[in-house]
């Protein structure tokens, strides 16, 4: 028993050792890497099982489409199994709307997915939002990131 | 060197000028400023600001200046005490002024106008400034001009603060700029390191209110000019945007969103609590207050569609005034009062004007993608931005009879203009 316990120190020193030689640096970053797999892992699985991170909109206006209610269906099942996560909706307006209709009716499509994933029972603690007016030019949408 | 070049300009502006000759303009001479020093600075000053104020009078239709020329040289004592005779077959007004270096490096600078015929002084007018802010005396020099002659307030004095634009269209990376209106005296208010909208100018010119980025949600900032400084208007996560100073530069009008709702308030531009002024459903926004303060424009969808209301300034008896087809977005209210100019959506973007009963409706600009007036102090003109097809943005101006809009000359591509009031 006290055998083994030495051997995994030593085993555990020789890693460390081994790491400083330069055909081996890859292992250096090696505590880091399981918060970042975690957070890179959960986003791949989040895009996975909801289908997308995105929702659409028509022009000037913040009715969620039936597409749009079976994408925040999936995103709300999600973050209920992931109550970990906190995510950021992000709305976004045109190029055709004017600068300050533009902040606002990208916080009206970030409002009505938020409700809307509330409505479906997520927490309200889970979910930020955010509008980016038109300062990142696109279709008219809102972005479901996760945050942490 | 500028002296000599003198003759070729003379031939420009004759040439440049003829087309106004049939309008009727009182013709004011502008001999070259004199000067008391024996070399130094004061002599190329005094040179460039004669030519900057007989630049500044050109672009009025009401006076025509002659000069400068170098033949109309005038000692520094003749400066109140002008010889008239020798202007009397030219001129109708006159303008003599002189540029004297202070021991301390700044510049005194007069000016005095005069009514030819009668042989009488119509005004004086005097400063001291930095060396390097001889243009702001000779821009005053010509609003003594334009008042004496016209009984108007000059307009030549004003500042254009605006969004400054670099970088990819994905990543851009947006300043506060500010500049004369004649394109001199550039800077930027902000470094870059967040995103920036909406620069307004103070009525005094001494603060610029604007909508950042920075933090968690973007939120209206009141910054000094004089320091740069910047604090939050409303304490607070929720959005704010949309600002407006009043007329007497104490409150700040602007919008505030709760949920999918965003309403008009206003809160004193120092900072304290905000008092809301809509309660409709909907997108309130874009509040601009009447030269009076007594009144506010505001853009509401309250009735489906973005259309222009009026209402009293504390929030009282809000109505409808555009019913046109399309959008109407962005008013802004004109510093005469009679006019509020507009973004109108609908087959692309224009900018019109209307009075504020809701009469005389006029698109002024074709489009397709304008936005964001903002009125000359005049009230005769206004400045907005224009993006072409390959989604490079600008500042242009229009007068509100129409025509050609012209560009206004910024170091980058440019968006969300603001024209000041005449500065103090």
């Not at chain 2, 003599?96 to 119509?122: A, M, N, P, W």
């Not at chain 2, 308030?265 to 809301?276: I, L």
Request: glycine residues 10%; proline residues 7%; aromatic residues 8%.
């Amino acid at each position: 028993m006290r055998r083994a316990v030495l051997l995994i120190v030593l085993a555990l020193f020789a890693g460390s050792a081994s790491a400083q030689l330069p055909g081996l640096r890859k292992r250096q970053p090696m505590p880091q890497i399981p918060i970042i797999v975690g957070i890179d892992a959960l986003r791949a699985d989040f895009l996975a099982r909801s289908g997308s991170d995105l929702v659409y909109f028509a022009g000037d206006s913040a009715v969620l489409s039936p597409q749009a209610r079976q994408t925040l269906g999936a995103q709300a099942q999600w973050l209920l199994q992931h109550p970990e996560v906190v995510v950021r909706i992000e709305g976004h307006a045109d190029l055709s709307d004017t600068r300050d209709h533009a902040l606002a009716i990208g916080a009206r499509r970030a409002e009505e997915v938020r409700s809307f994933l509330v409505l479906m029972g997520v927490p309200a603690a889970q979910l930020s939002t955010l509008s980016w007016g038109k300062e990142r030019p696109g279709p008219p949408r809102t972005q479901t990131i996760l945050v942490r | 060197m500028i002296l000599k070049l003198a003759p070729l300009f003379l031939i420009g502006l004759t040439l440049s000028t003829a087309g106004f000759a049939d309008e009727p303009s009182t013709v004011i001479g502008i001999p070259p400023l004199a000067t008391p020093d024996q070399g130094g600075d004061a002599a190329a000053v005094a040179w460039q600001a004669s030519q900057l104020i007989a630049s500044d009078l050109r672009a009025t239709s009401e006076l025509f200046p002659v000069g400068p020329d170098q033949k109309d040289f005038y000692s520094y004592p003749e400066v109140t005490a002008p010889t008239f005779s020798r202007w009397k077959s030219r001129a109708k007004a006159l303008l003599t002024g002189f540029v004297r270096s202070r021991t301390d490096g700044r510049l005194t600078v007069g000016c005095y106008v005069y009514d030819v015929e009668k042989g009488r002084e119509l005004g004086r007018t005097g400063f001291v400034v930095p060396a390097g802010e001889w243009r702001r005396a000779a821009h005053k020099c010509s609003g003594l001009a334009y008042q004496s002659i016209t009984g108007a307030p000059g307009m030549f004095d004003t500042r254009i603060a605006y969004v400054a634009e670099t970088g990819s269209r994905e990543k851009r990376i947006k300043r506060i700029a500010l500049m004369d209106s004649d394109g001199f005296n550039h800077s930027y208010l902000t470094a870059g390191e967040s995103i920036v909208l909406t620069p307004r100018i103070s009525p005094k010119g001494d603060r610029v209110a604007f909508v950042s980025f920075a933090g968690t949600t973007p939120h209206v900032m009141v910054a000094s000019i004089a320091s740069g400084q910047p604090r939050a208007l409303v304490q607070g996560d929720a959005m704010s945007f949309a600002p407006r100073f009043s007329p007497d530069g104490r409150q700040i009008a602007f919008a505030m969103m709760s949920g999918s709702n965003s309403d008009i308030y206003v809160a004193d531009a120092n900072g304290g609590p905000a008092r809301r002024l809509t309660t409709a459903p909907g997108i309130d926004t874009s509040p601009s207050f009447s030269p009076d303060g007594s009144q506010i424009v505001f853009e509401s969808d309250r009735s489906g569609t973005p259309q222009l209301y009026v209402m009293n300034a504390d929030g009282s008896v809000q109505r409808r005034i555009t019913f046109g087809g399309g959008y109407y977005e962005s008013p802004v209210w004109s510093p005469t009062g009679e006019l509020i100019a507009f973004t109108r959506r609908g087959g692309g973007r224009q900018i019109g004007v209307i009075k504020p009963g809701g009469s005389e409706e006029h698109v002024l600009t074709s489009g397709p993608s304008d936005e964001g007036p903002s009125w000359a102090p005049s009230g005769k003109a206004l400045v907005f931005q224009r993006t072409d097809a390959a989604g490079r943005s600008g500042l242009y101006r229009v007068g509100t009879s129409g025509g050609e809009p012209q560009k206004v000359t910024t170091p980058q591509d440019a968006s969300d203009p603001d024209w000041s009031g005449v500065l103090d």
